[in-house]
Each structure stands twice: as C-alpha cells, then as structure tokens.
C-alpha cells in the first residue's frame, strides 16, 4: 500500500527534473535564438563586421554558373558563403580579395568545410562583363547575374561600386545576408575572428563537408 508520504514524493520528484532540463535546455535555446537573430544581440556584441538588420534572404535572387545553368542556392545548404559582389569584372584588386578570401577560409583549418566562396558578377551600365581567370582560385562558384537583376542585386547587398574598396559579404547557412566587411577598415584577422566565432555558434547545426577543395 503506498503511503500518503510517498505519492507526495512524486510530484516533487518530477518537478526537480523538470527544473534539471530546463536548466540545461534553456541556454542551447537561447544560442540558438540568438543564432537565427543575430539582430537581437546586445550593443555590447564584438563583431568586427557590420550586422545587416534585418538579415536578407538571397534565394529569389536568379544567378546562372558558368556552363549556363541556374545557380542552386540549396547546395548551399548548412554552409557559411564568404561572397564578392563586381560589376563588369573581377579586376587585379578583386581577384587579390579572392586570394584573401581563400586564405582567410584555410585559416579556419577543419571548418573550411562549412564555408563556400562566391563571385557574383553582373554587367557593367553599358552591359559588359569579362569573366576572369579563375587560375588558382578553384573552389570559388562564380556566378553571373543579367541585367535584370541588377536592382535585386542592388537591393540585397549594400554596394559602393564607385569606390575601390570591395566589401565582403557574409551569407548564413539558412541563406541569408547577414553581415558586411568592409576590406579598407577590417584585417584579415578580424574577419577570421568573426567567422570562427560564428562556426562554433553554428557547430551544432550545421553539417558541413560537401565543399571539398583545399
């Protein structure tokens, strides 16, 4: 026969491991939180980059590869994409940043499986584009927009293509644009120290490893 005793036990019991859980729940879902809205950080974060607020979903935008074949941002899907927008071409300058941007990647050593490349090209005003040599820079996904899309790139990405300095952009693993470099104020290593930061955020999440190049 069970004890008046002991039936009052049992609810205290669960409420304990109730409160155990939570406990050990509530600051994974609070990164987690904050991890999808980066916006509701504190004024006190340490980015070095600049927060785009709010985050900007870039999959409407239409981009076709090389071979002419419409760009599939799924295959993006769980990566980091350190990006470069140019308009015309990739010149000296930009192609230098591709280097950097290879560089600051191999940096991040077994997390550079998380992270992707891209080069989004689009036409000058009179509606040229050269596409440049990629020699050495294999595993950078260039990719071309018409001039058709030239407001919606214009709209997502805050650009300054009169001046020489060319940003770097930041898109999240759910695929949108979050944050801005801008290369004439931000080291290498600052850029590094906010992209580690944001693939241990990210570790339980994101799966990497089908971004294979060295």
């Given amino acids: ?11 205290r019991t669960l ?3 109730w409160v155990l859980i939570a406990l050990f729940a509530l600051p994974m879902i609070a990164a987690w939180v904050f991890f999808l809205n980066p916006q509701w950080l504190p004024a006190g974060r340490t980015n070095n ?5 709010p985050p900007r979903p870039v999959q409407s935008l239409r981009l076709q590869t090389t071979d002419g074949e419409w760009f599939d941002w799924q295959s993006l899907q769980d990566m980091w994409a350190m990006t470069l927008v140019s308009e015309g071409g990739c010149d000296a300058a930009c192609i230098e940043m591709l280097i950097k941007v290879r560089q600051i990647r191999r940096a991040t050593a077994a997390n550079r499986q998380r992270i992707a490349r891209l080069l989004i090209l689009m036409p000058d ?9 990629m020699g050495g820079l294999e595993g950078t996904e260039l990719l071309i ?6 407001a919606a790139l214009e709209s997502l990405f805050p650009l300054q ?14 695929g949108d644009l979050m944050m801005k470099h801008d290369t004439t104020k931000i080291s290498s290593k600052e850029i590094l120290q906010d992209l580690e930061k944001l693939l241990k955020a990210s570790e339980n999440w994101a799966q990497g490893g089908r971004y294979g190049h060295q």
């Fill in 1 to 11: 026969m069970t004890s008046v005793a002991d039936s009052s036990a049992k609810p």
């Fill in 15 to 17: 409420a304990s491991l």
């Fill in 49 to 53: 980059g600049e927060l785009i607020d």
């Fill in 125 to 133: 005003q009179a509606g040229r584009l050269d596409l440049p040599n």
């Fill in 145 to 150: 927009a018409d001039k058709g899309q030239r």
């Fill in 161 to 174: 293509l009169s001046e020489q300095a060319i940003p770097i952009f930041l898109i999240d693993p759910r």
